[in-house]
């Protein structure tokens, strides 16, 4: 099976992990027991991938990321160099809270900034864009673009990450693929 993938000799992969073909694991990496990662992942130097994580097929994670328990990346996930998630609200080091783990799910295609803070609990929307350094502390919808420190809502993007612009009637087109998007209700839609 370990031919399937890549293990750079330097990372750490503990036994009880699945990881997909295709893979590869960079320098310095530790990859726990009980973490799961599809086919064509790339984990670079120096990440942390903490028992019970999923990363979903094709996810990109770069340089000196720290990926907790209660974190699940869809496929085609992008995480920026030295982005963090939290997994206990209220962290503390005398007071135990491993059974007190919230999950937070970053959805299909979503891409997130050089050290960026994710603040558990919370769900990162399909296609959405976070700002580098951005501290999100909120639910993200599907297309926002989020920047700042807390987060806050600047935009939205295309599947391609460019900003959409949208005319009177609701609809942007996306300037590199042309694909239609409606704008209705504060939520955005591809519509072709």
Not at 9 to 26: M, R
Request: net charge neutral; glycine share 10%.
């Amino acid at each position: 099976m370990e031919d399937s993938f890549y293990v750079h000799p330097t990372a750490v992969v503990e036994e009880g992990c699945e990881i997909g073909k295709g893979t590869k694991i960079w320098h310095f990496s530790h990859i726990m027991d009980g973490s799961r990662m599809g086919e064509d992942c790339n984990i670079g130097q120096n990440v942390v991938v903490s028992p019970g994580v999923v990363l979903g097929r094709n996810v990109k994670v770069q340089n000196n990321v720290s990926i907790y328990t209660g974190v699940v990346c869809e496929e085609d996930v992008f995480l920026g160099p030295s982005c963090v998630f939290t997994n206990v609200i209220n962290p503390r080091s005398a007071v135990p809270r491993k059974n007190q783990y919230r999950e937070t799910l970053v959805c299909r295609g979503a891409s997130i900034g050089a050290n960026a803070t994710i603040v558990c609990g919370h769900r990162i929307g399909r296609y959405a864009m976070i700002g580098a350094g951005a501290v999100v502390t909120h639910d993200v919808p599907d297309y926002a673009l989020v920047v700042g420190n807390p987060a806050r809502q600047a935009g939205w993007v295309s599947e391609y990450g460019h900003r959409l612009a949208f005319d009177t009637s609701g609809i942007a087109l996306c300037p590199e693929t042309g694909q239609r998007y409606r704008l209705q209700d504060c939520r955005v839609e591809r519509i072709s």
